[in-house]
């Protein structure tokens, strides 16, 4: 499985965008990318994947270079309930038998 | 609306006593997981399972084992609880397809083993 290095701790202030920037230089062909979001005593909670160039939804955009060793979380204007933890996954989705492994993430603190 | 339960959000155990969690979740989905979750060290993956009956190791399996006779059941068992098993439990589910790896979460099990 590929691993996944991203900075330990990131803060920022409401209303400015935050990019956290995950590397998985081991990325193989098949791999998707996944980011996740945690608040504390809840589960991990969904918010973006992909697997080349970018991505957005409603609540963020999801950056992809061409050689897909890192990948950006884009979290535009957060506000104070956007602390939590990110976690960036990086994984074979076509089959689900393989699972996915969790790191420790990046622990994001707004300020008001 | 997407579903992950687990049968206690705190439980108290002795060490040596035999301890079971339960997750059930009602989206039909093929596989689900067992993590535990330690500060510090993110969550570890312990077992999972992709279809009724089948199971397969995860990175920390030694001294909990897994049961899923039907599919929307997990069941994680200590089978002699330790003091080092202390820890946040956390299922998930999630379903097998193309392009698609969303794990659903349950709210979690804080264990105490004393």
């Known amino acids: 499985l590929a691993k996944t290095t991203q900075p330990i701790s990131m803060d920022s202030y409401e209303g400015q965008e935050v990019n956290i920037t995950c590397s998985h230089n081991?990325?193989?062909?098949?791999?998707?990318i996944t980011w996740y979001q945690q608040f504390p005593s809840q589960g991990p909670r969904f918010i973006i994947q992909g697997y080349k160039t970018k991505v957005k939804n409603e609540v963020a955009s999801l950056f992809i270079p061409a050689d897909r060793k890192s990948s950006t979380l884009s979290l535009p204007r957060v506000s104070l309930s956007d602390t939590a933890v990110y976690y960036c996954l990086v994984g074979d989705v076509r089959t689900g038998r393989r699972a996915l492994t969790f790191g420790s993430g990046t622990r994001l603190q707004v300020q008001p | 609306d997407v579903k992950v339960t687990q049968s206690s959000r705190y439980l108290v155990k002795r060490t040596g006593e035999k301890v079971f969690l339960e997750c059930v979740q009602d989206m039909d989905h093929e596989n689900m997981f067992w993590y535990r979750q330690d500060p510090g060290l993110g969550l570890r993956l312990i077992y999972f399972s992709y279809d009724v009956k089948m199971k397969e190791k995860g990175d920390i399996p030694e001294g909990y084992s897994v049961s899923r006779e039907k599919k929307e059941r997990f069941s994680l068992i200590l089978e002699s609880a330790s003091t080092n098993q202390t820890s946040m439990y956390l299922c998930?589910?999630?379903?097998?397809?193309?392009?698609?790896?969303?794990?659903?979460f349950g709210p979690g099990t804080r264990l105490t083993v004393t």
């Open positions: 081991n990325i193989a062909t098949n791999d998707y």
């Open positions: 998930a589910s999630s379903r097998t397809g193309v392009g698609s790896y969303e794990q659903y």
